[in-house]
Nanobody, 125 residues
Framework: VQLQASGGGLAQAGGSLRLSCAASGLTFSNYVMGWFRQAPGKEREFVAV????????VYADSVKGRFTISRDNAKNTMYLQMNSLKPDDTAVYFC???????????????????WGQGTLVTVSS
């Protein structure tokens, strides 16, 4: 299984970025997908998660209303649209996956079996 995150970069506060996570080596529609982030000197934290069909999404309070997680099962790809970016959003963003076909999803990092390499998002003030 490989997860390849991309789309990070430098943005100004108030700006937008769109992250992508391309998956291979798995039946994508059988997996719950999530985004996590880790800022320098901090622990990895949950950002957003989406169930296998895209019908259920959960967000961290810190990004609710600004970020949107989505997936395209035909393209084996998950996305994170990030709007109204803040300097506090600066971090390495990781995509992750675990096998699950229900509605309920986990927001706990240790539940996720597969991780991508991360993409750096830097938001300047």
């Amino acid at each position: 299984v490989q997860l390849q995150a991309s789309g990070g970069g430098l943005a100004q506060a108030g700006g937008s970025l769109r992250l992508s996570c391309a998956a291979s080596g798995l039946t994508f529609s059988n997996y719950v997908m999530g985004w996590f982030r880790q800022a320098p000197g901090k622990e990895r934290e949950f950002v957003a998660v989406i169930n296998w069909s895209g019908g259920n999404t959960v967000y961290a309070d810190s990004v609710k209303g600004r970020f949107t997680i989505s997936r395209d099962n035909a393209k084996n790809t998950m996305y994170l649209q990030m709007n109204s970016l803040k300097p506090d959003d600066t971090a390495v963003y990781f995509c992750a996956a675990y096998r699950g076909s229900g509605v309920v999803v986990s927001t706990t990092p240790r539940r996720f079996d597969y991780w991508g390499q991360g993409t750096l998002v830097t938001v300047s003030s």
